[in-house]
């Protein structure tokens, strides 16, 4: 079983920093691409980065600049760090990975999606 698991959010005044780490565990063959999606109030899910298995980035318009995603494939981790934070970044953040887990026989199966469960950033003075 995969799971994924985000932690650093919080509160944050406006120009400030944090940095967002998503944890994944389980029985990993290999990750391939990894993203952070964020979720505003009253609004669809976002892509926000994503960083391929080989560390090519890609940020939406609204974050780049400010946010930076990367990745330590030995620690099974994916990070955004996110600086001079607006309110409108205020949003539950989502950690996804596109990951080949190992099966009970012990052979890698197909490349599956996983999202974790999400961590609140609110950016207010």
């Known amino acids: 079983q995969v799971q994924l698991v985000e932690s650093g959010g919080g509160l944050v005044h406006p120009g400030g920093s944090l940095t967002l780490s998503c944890k994944v565990s389980?029985?990993?063959?290999?990750?391939?691409?990894m993203a952070w999606h964020r979720q505003a109030p009253g609004r669809e899910r976002e892509l926000v980065a994503v960083i391929t298995s080989g560390g090519g980035t890609n940020y939406a318009d609204s974050v780049k600049g400010r946010f930076t995603i990367s990745r330590d494939n030995a620690k099974n981790t994916v990070y955004l760090q996110m600086t001079t934070l607006k309110p409108e970044d205020t949003a539950v953040y989502y950690c996804?990975?596109?990951?080949?887990?190992?099966?009970?026989?012990?052979?890698?199966?197909?490349?599956?999606?996983?999202w974790g469960q999400g961590t609140l950033v609110t950016v207010s003075s």
């Open positions: 996804y990975a596109v990951i080949r887990a190992l099966g009970a026989t012990g052979l890698p199966g197909d490349s599956v999606g996983h």
């Open positions: 389980g029985r990993i063959f290999s990750m391939n691409t």
